[in-house]
């Protein structure tokens, strides 16, 4: 499965709260986003035209995506069609968790303050973890992404359906829906930055993200920080003293343009 990023997309998208208007392919083919919840009134089922019919936009309450939709403009005798196609997110969307159990790591830890340090010895504590008793256990950590697949319906009677890009390509909307994930048990994990899965104590919990329109979950996936323990063996460092961006055409999809990025360890400068 091919990831790829709705920034290079569409950078204003919000879950369909804001305006939407991207150029692509013609200029008489806009491509807009919604988000899924329920059906609006009839005659506008796909996006909605402002007031003052200076923009087509989607308001997150789209139920489906449509291909080839026709917005009508008059003015007297005069009539324009706009030919939109309006796009939203499968559900349910899913979350990639690039470890989904997570274990103390080994001789880690840090300080924590006075008022959290235990107040009593164990007779079960080993000696290390005795040693340890004013400091925190270390987790290892995990990357977290919410990945989607954005379909629209073809036009017919049977409305086929149709992938942004191909089937194969899932698009990362992580930084979308930030503000609408949540874990179930917080005190087993947390989430830094939305993107960091950081083990805190030895249980389960379930990475969620919630529909900002309603209480359904969009998504959820199962993590387990575990009792059993692992050691660093190896830390590598590397140099980075800049960056080289190259560009590539995509043989199968003459849409799709790869970047890939390459840190460069060569001090080519004085002072550098």
Same mark, same amino acid.
């Given at each position: 499965?091919?990831?790829?990023?709705?920034?290079?997309?569409?950078?204003?998208?919000? @879950?369909?709260?804001?305006?939407?208007?991207?150029?692509?392919?013609?200029?008489?083919?806009?491509?807009?986003?919604?988000?899924?919840?329920?059906?609006?009134?009839?005659?506008?089922?796909?996006?909605?035209?402002?007031?003052?019919?200076?923009? /087509?936009?989607?308001?997150?309450?789209? %139920?489906? #995506?449509?291909?080839?939709?026709? /917005?009508?403009?008059?003015?007297?005798?005069?009539?324009?069609? @706009?030919?939109?196609?309006?796009?939203?997110? +499968?559900?349910?969307?899913? %979350?990639?968790?690039?470890?989904?159990?997570?274990?103390? %790591?080994? #001789?880690? +830890?840090?300080?924590?303050? =006075?008022?959290?340090?235990?107040? +009593? !010895?164990?007779?079960?504590?080993?000696?290390?973890?005795?040693?340890?008793?004013?400091?925190?256990? &270390?987790?290892?950590?995990?990357?977290?992404?919410?990945?989607?697949?954005?379909?629209?319906?073809?036009?017919?009677?049977? #409305? $086929?359906?149709?992938?942004? *890009?191909?089937?194969?390509?899932?698009?990362?909307?992580?930084?979308?829906?930030?503000?609408?994930?949540?874990?179930?048990?917080?005190?087993?994990?947390? *989430? $830094?930055?939305?993107?960091?899965?950081?083990?805190?104590?030895?249980?389960?919990?379930?990475?969620?993200?919630?529909?900002?329109?309603?209480?359904?979950?969009?998504?959820?996936?199962?993590?387990?920080?575990?009792?059993?323990?692992?050691?660093?063996?190896?830390?590598?460092?590397?140099?980075?003293?800049?960056?080289? /961006?190259?560009?590539?055409?995509?043989?199968?999809?003459?849409?799709?343009?790869? =970047?890939?990025?390459?840190? !460069?360890?060569?001090?080519?400068?004085?002072? &550098?």
């Amino acid at each position: 499965m091919k990831i790829g990023s709705s920034v290079a997309i569409q950078s204003s998208w919000k @879950l369909g709260r804001e305006v939407i208007g991207s150029q692509e392919f013609t200029a008489q083919h806009w491509m807009l986003f919604g988000w899924v919840h329920r059906p609006p009134e009839e005659d506008s089922t796909l996006s909605r035209v402002s007031d003052r019919c200076n923009y /087509v936009f989607v308001n997150g309450k789209e %139920i489906k #995506g449509k291909m080839d939709a026709v /917005v009508n403009f008059t003015y007297q005798y005069l009539s324009a069609p @706009l030919h939109i196609t309006v796009w939203v997110p +499968r559900l349910p969307l899913q %979350i990639e968790v690039s470890d989904t159990e997570l274990s103390q %790591i080994k #001789g880690w +830890r840090v300080p924590i303050v =006075a008022s959290k340090r235990p107040t +009593r !010895e164990s007779e079960d504590e080993d000696e290390e973890e005795r040693r340890g008793r004013g400091c925190a256990l &270390q987790y290892q950590r995990a990357t977290v992404r919410v990945l989607t697949q954005f379909v629209s319906e073809g036009a017919g009677l049977w #409305g $086929q359906l149709s992938h942004l *890009l191909s089937p194969d390509w899932q698009f990362d909307i992580t930084h979308l829906v930030t503000e609408f994930m949540k874990l179930e048990e917080p005190h087993v994990a947390t *989430l $830094q930055d939305s993107r960091i899965l950081v083990g805190r104590e030895v249980g389960m919990t379930t990475i969620q993200v919630l529909s900002p329109l309603s209480d359904s979950i969009l998504a959820e996936k199962t993590v387990t920080v575990l009792d059993d323990k692992v050691s660093v063996t190896d830390l590598a460092i590397q140099l980075m003293a800049g960056l080289s /961006v190259n560009l590539h055409p995509n043989t199968e999809n003459s849409k799709v343009i790869t =970047a890939v990025a390459t840190a !460069e360890e060569l001090l080519r400068t004085p002072k &550098q």
